[in-house]
């Protein structure tokens, strides 16, 4: 009886070793998640408000899958997030974070903030899922910060690309009053002139009064000008463009931020896998998926394959093969997709959709580009001042 209780103490204890081992062995992955959301103020419409989590739920998700796969690797990740509306608590969580050792970052915030937190995480790499400037890819990159959100450029040159394919190369602009209204204006303007638009009239909006009630009587005279063929809205917000369909002074189709939008991920993307996306995400968030969940889950997902070519969870490593050629990625979107090296951005295919169906997919068939035909989609090497590859974060 003593013999057997012996055995049993050292086949448990034995166990208890291996245990310990594997745990002890298994390589653990933390990524910190960083959200600023300043309030947006009141809105002349009433638009349909984003989801508060968008973001946090798509990289929730992005954790579920890698430590699927990552549990057979002796993988194990781990998402630590911190959200606000005040951008001094969002500062004060990251540098919280990165005491705490985590040098892996997604973040979902306005401009400022990235460049704020890209000063305050030395050693550390950030991946973009929230800001769309221009600036950011063009001639003002962060050495230490890759972009999974599409620039306006790649947005707007997704939807110019299509309407050159129909034809519709008269357009009237619209433009808001915000510094991201005009950015989105700029992104337009300069993809008019890239595929051979021409710009007919571009109006500000500047009415203050309420659009539920005067929609009909405003729009028609407002959009009256020379003929066009489409018209452009630049309204990130949602405050006016939501009106600008139907209520046109020629029967025109609307498109950009309303109407027919160029986006990352919609609800109506279903091909190549995506559905199956979409449903897990569903089952976690209780709603659909938006581009900010697709942007934080391409950012989390990046790292995990990054860290399951590499067998480590180091920054600049995981920096430089994800600018190299070396790590092809799958984002459901029936090509394999890849980091620019001279900016960071993330090169995808952009939907064109509606609310309730996709009706395109950009780059477009016969908008070609000598080595990536995405490479059409935003801007291209010879447009960008600065050049990541190689240099250290």
């Not at 401009?111 to 400037?133: E, I, K, V, Y």
């Not at 299509?162 to 190369?169: C, D, E, I, T, Y």
């Not at 620019?340 to 950009?362: C, D, F, K």
Request: hydrophobic share 40%; with cysteine; aromatic share 8%.
């Amino acid at each position: 009886m003593h013999r057997i209780s012996c055995r049993l103490l050292f086949c448990l204890t034995a166990a208890c070793t291996l245990a310990t081992s594997a745990v002890a062995d298994e390589l653990q992955v933390r990524i910190g998640y960083l959200a600023h959301q300043p309030a947006r103020g009141p809105l002349l419409s009433n638009v349909i408000p984003e989801p508060t989590d968008a973001g946090l739920r798509g990289a929730e998700l992005a954790i579920i899958d890698s430590n699927s796969t990552g549990r057979f690797l002796k993988q194990r990740y781990e998402l630590v997030s911190a959200e606000s509306a005040d951008a001094d608590e969002v500062l004060a969580a990251a540098e919280q974070q990165h005491q705490a050792g985590i040098r892996l970052f997604v973040i979902n915030a306005p401009t400022t903030t990235l460049r704020q937190l890209s000063q305050r995480l030395p050693g550390s790499l950030l991946l973009n899922a929230g800001s769309a400037d221009d600036g950011l890819r063009r001639e003002q990159c962060l050495g230490n910060v890759l972009h999974t959100l599409p620039s306006r450029a790649m947005l707007a040159d997704a939807l110019a690309q299509f309407l050159a394919v129909r034809k519709w190369s008269r357009w009237l602009l619209v433009t808001g009053s915000t510094e991201d209204d005009i950015a989105y204006a700029d992104a337009l303007k300069r993809a008019a002139k890239r595929f051979g638009h021409k710009i007919v009239a571009e109006k500000p909006w500047s009415f203050d009064n309420d659009q539920r009630r005067s929609a009909q009587a405003e729009m028609p005279l407002f959009t009256q000008t020379a003929e066009y063929d489409v018209v452009l809205v630049a309204d990130e917000r949602g405050d006016f463009g939501e009106y600008l369909p139907y209520n046109t002074w020629y029967p025109r189709p609307v498109t950009g931020t309303q109407g027919l939008t160029p986006t990352a991920w919609h609800k109506t993307v279903e091909t190549f896998g995506a559905a199956q996306l979409q449903k897990r995400f569903e089952e976690l968030a209780g709603r659909w998926m938006n581009d900010r969940d697709f942007a934080a889950w391409m950012a989390v997902r990046s790292i995990a394959a990054a860290v399951t070519r590499l067998r480590a969870a180091e920054p600049q490593a995981i920096r430089d093969l994800a600018l190299s050629a070396e790590l092809p990625l799958d984002g459901f979107k029936g090509r394999k997709l890849s980091f620019r090296p001279w900016n960071g951005e993330l090169r995808q295919p952009i939907a064109l959709v509606h609310p309730r169906a996709l009706v395109s997919t950009s780059p477009q068939d016969g908008f070609l580009h000598p080595s990536n035909e995405m490479d059409s989609l935003g801007y291209d090497r010879p447009e960008v001042s600065c050049d990541l590859a190689g240099t250290p974060l």
